[in-house]
């Protein structure tokens, strides 16, 4: 059912739904923006009259490439910047985060993009670097994140949007989900020997979207004043799976040959996530409509809210130890 669903969504067509009168004077901060998806939506926030537009990139040299790009195709200077954030490294989550707070008088939607999808085991931090990049640090970035965007809704009367970017083929692993859950998940995710590599991508897909649900729940718009919602923006032609081994590309690239949408129009969902307001809060987004329909059971049911739980307090726990009292102060 996922995956026909996921098909089927692919051939429609997206609309744009952010313009000029829901981003002009804004500031925004794009993680992943040297390409792809990210920097498609970083154009188009730029095309609509956005103030300020950060590039959080980890190679400076390309994300100074894309400013260049993104001036010459909009016709707009002085609205990019760019700034160094590598999702691998806990320090430089930290160091952005506070360059961030200390810097930018508001910001008005945070899209956590950046990504990695490997097929080969390798560590950051303690961990398969797949989980650090797109569960552990992203869960960082956003908790540290979210004080400066309470303080920015405050201050400008407007609710701010935190958006991560997830993806459904999470819901196609619950095998793998379930082969983690004895004892410590992240434990078991740190197992080279019952890691499936293959299938690790969608795997931390899942797992991040366990963590936002949850995170979103302890952090209601009612008392922080910040949407937090999940996007999942379908199959792109991006640099995502770059990567990975010449056999899984080589089938990775079979099926965005037969199905992909451009990045311009997967950026359409990232948009849509930036403007859908606060019934959006702690909900899937997908196709540029809210989509927790698509959620399975396995997930919404209290065996799922226990896994989110679980998955949450592991995150959360481990964040503690990185920098005490940045999750705790949260609730």
């Not at 609309?15 to 794009?30: F, M, N, R």
């Not at 956003?142 to 009367?157: I, N, Q, V, Y």
Request: net charge positive; charged share 20%.
């Amino acid at each position: 059912m996922v995956m026909l669903r996921l098909t089927a969504e692919q051939y429609q067509k997206l609309p744009i739904l952010a313009d000029e009168s829901t981003c002009s004077g804004k500031t925004y901060i794009v993680t992943g923006s040297n390409s792809g998806l990210g920097l498609e939506t970083a154009r188009h926030l730029v095309e609509f009259s956005a103030a300020c537009v950060i590039l959080a990139v980890r190679n400076l040299t390309a994300g100074d490439n894309a400013k260049k790009e993104i001036e010459r195709s909009t016709g707009r200077s002085g609205v990019v910047q760019v700034w160094h954030l590598d999702m691998a490294s806990s320090e430089s989550v930290e160091t952005f985060a506070k360059k961030a707070s200390a810097e930018l008088d508001r910001i008005d939607g945070f899209v956590a993009n950046a990504g990695v999808m490997n097929d080969t085991w390798s560590t950051a931090e303690g961990m398969e670097t797949s989980i650090t990049v797109n569960v552990i640090n992203t869960l960082f970035l956003g908790a540290l994140m979210l004080p400066k965007l309470s303080d920015s809704g405050r201050k400008f009367g407007m609710k701010p949007t935190l958006l991560f970017v997830v993806s459904a083929l999470g819901y196609t692993v619950k095998s793998e989900m379930d082969k983690t859950r004895q004892g410590s998940i992240f434990d078991g995710l740190y197992d080279q020997k019952r890691a499936n590599m293959s299938r690790r991508y969608a795997l931390s897909k899942l797992l991040e979207e366990c963590a936002v649900r949850q995170f979103a729940s302890l952090c209601p718009v009612k008392r922080t004043g910040v949407i937090v919602n999940m996007v999942a923006p379908g199959l792109c032609s991006t640099g995502l799976g770059r990567d990975v081994g010449t056999f899984t590309k080589i089938m990775y690239e079979s099926v965005k040959a037969m199905m992909a949408r451009t990045a311009e129009v997967g950026s359409r969902t990232l948009l849509h996530g930036l403007v859908a307001g606060e019934e959006s809060h702690g909900k899937l987004l997908s196709g540029c409509k809210i989509k927790e329909y698509w959620v399975p059971t396995w997930l919404s049911n209290e065996q799922g809210q226990r896994l989110q739980k679980d998955v949450w307090n592991e995150v959360a726990a481990r964040l503690e130890r990185v920098q005490p009292g940045c999750i705790s102060k949260l609730s």
